[in-house]
């Protein structure tokens, strides 16, 4: 029997203001995994409301209360590991391996967190005025709403909230609702069952179909006061024009096409396994995959070979043995997203070197030779296990393709000369550069985010304070102050 899944307001369980629910589906079974409660306008207005009721006590809580909360929340997180772990794959399909990755970057989260606690500091400024003291200070910005896509569900969910909170402010997750119970409901029992306040978290997702009026509903509320944004980039583009009309800060880490960078010189094993797990994690389905792979042409052929091999030697299937590999996609419009790139790149003279094929929607980690920089499986985000390689005459062609792409989130570089990486590294447009690394890398004490079309500003590390608390200047004059009139 299928799970039911209410939203979770003020510290209470509810059903959605209109009493409606929708099915969440296994992507490789098809069977229904869980019915949800459908969230509206008004759930949300009230999870709002209840946000901005808690702010006050909790703003005014002290840095080590709210340490301890997320530290306690981190051992509760690994309590409830296998619950994490199978629900994640049961309703996003990820492999087991991608599921635990994910629970362990959520624990190292919470910690983080536990660590920033005290750390939204200001300073004491000098002044020419005499007898002035200056200082600024920071405080909690408010309430904050978090939306998170379905890829990353667990690790992208609290991420958007995670860090907020710990500086003082309430929060909203609002998370996809083709992944509401692994990104949402479980996310909120993690936070009950902590002892979080009431009204410091609240989660609500919409019913299928409201996305855009959601959105429009959190831009627009007066006291939302920032919004973190995981998503597309037509959608996060929707989001920034909404803050633009509401004056309301948004940072958005939107897609990208990720490229990796193969030098002649790399050492060839680490080329093949870095590229191998930046692109097939998780079927392919992140922001920072691997999407396009670039190798110098020396060693062109070689590593096409060993890649292919590697990439073919990846078990498909089912998600819940321990040996898959790949596991299906999100859903048919994502299956065919993939399957059509795939089709025009051979149209217009790309090979197929394995893969090509699916089974449900289950789609074979496919090598593509032979690709041209105007394919779109080279210029827009395929979202899938696909990995189209270019080969290039030099490095001054390598950074050329690699910057010839609307997004900017991650970039990868092999090589075994560390002065010719890091020079590389400074040409590139990305927010993030990694050497004799995938571009998939992510640690939650880093600055996180990209440049060009994959967004603005930074989910994480210090200076995720930036962007989640108000930097306030304070002055009082020590003695009176003679005025001119």
Not at 62 to 72: G, K, M, Q, T, V
Request: one cysteine or more; charged letters at 25%.
């Amino acid at each position: 029997m299928a799970q039911h899944h209410q939203l979770y307001v003020d510290g209470e369980w509810v059903d959605g203001a209109m009493g409606a629910t929708f099915d969440s589906y296994n992507p490789y079974t098809g069977e229904v995994f869980a019915r949800v409660a459908a969230g509206e306008v008004e759930d949300l207005n009230r999870a709002i409301a209840a946000a901005d009721a808690a702010l006050p006590a909790w703003a005014g809580s002290s840095p080590a209360y709210r340490a301890e909360l997320f530290l306690r929340a981190a051992n509760v997180l690994e309590e409830m590991r296998d619950e994490f772990v199978q629900t994640f794959v049961e309703e996003q399909g990820a492999a087991k391996f991608t599921c635990n990755f994910q629970v362990n970057f959520a624990g190292m989260l919470m910690r983080e967190a536990a660590a920033q606690a005290h750390d939204p500091i200001g300073q004491i400024l000098p002044s020419d005025t005499p007898g002035a003291f200056f200082m600024t200070k920071r405080q909690p910005a408010g309430v904050v709403a978090g939306i998170a896509p379905w890829n990353g569900p667990l690790l992208l969910g609290l991420r958007a909230v995670t860090l907020p909170m710990v500086y003082g402010n309430t929060t909203i997750l609002k998370p996809s609702s083709e992944t509401p119970v692994v990104g949402g409901a479980l996310i909120a029992k993690l936070f009950e069952r902590a002892g979080f306040p009431k009204g410091v978290v609240n989660v609500v997702w919409n019913g299928p179909g409201k996305s855009g009026e959601f959105g429009e509903a959190i831009m627009a509320h007066p006291r939302v006061r920032r919004v973190n944004f995981t998503g597309s980039t037509d959608v996060g583009r929707e989001l920034g024009i909404l803050g633009g009309k509401y004056l309301k800060r948004v940072a958005l880490e939107l897609g990208g096409k990720d490229p990796c960078i193969i030098l002649r010189d790399a050492d060839m094993d680490t080329a093949v396994n870095a590229t191998c797990f930046g692109k097939f994690m998780g079927s392919g389905q992140g922001c920072m995959a691997v999407e396009r792979i670039i190798v110098e042409q020396p060693i062109g052929d070689e590593f096409i070979d060993r890649f292919v091999k590697k990439a073919s030697s990846l078990k498909v299937g089912d998600p819940r043995e321990d040996d898959t590999g790949i596991g299906p996609l999100i859903n048919r419009r994502q299956l065919e997203r993939v399957k059509t790139q795939v089709e025009e790149a051979v149209r217009d003279g790309a090979k197929i070197m394995c893969g090509g094929r699916y089974e449900g929607l289950s789609y074979w980690p496919t090598v593509l030779t032979d690709v041209k920089r105007n394919m779109r499986v080279m210029r827009e985000e395929t979202f899938g296990p696909v990995a189209p390689v270019i080969v290039v005459k030099d490095v001054e062609e390598a950074i050329e393709v690699a910057n010839d792409n609307a997004y900017g989130l991650s970039c990868g570089i092999i090589t075994r000369d560390l002065q010719k990486g890091l020079a590389i590294a400074d040409r590139i447009e990305s927010g993030m550069v990694h050497i004799n690394e995938s571009s998939t890398a992510d640690e939650p004490h880093v600055p996180f985010g990209g440049v060009k079309d994959s967004g603005w500003g930074k989910m994480g590390g210090k200076q995720a304070a930036e962007e989640f608390t108000e930097l306030r200047w304070i002055t009082f004059q020590t003695s009176p102050r003679q005025y001119p009139l």
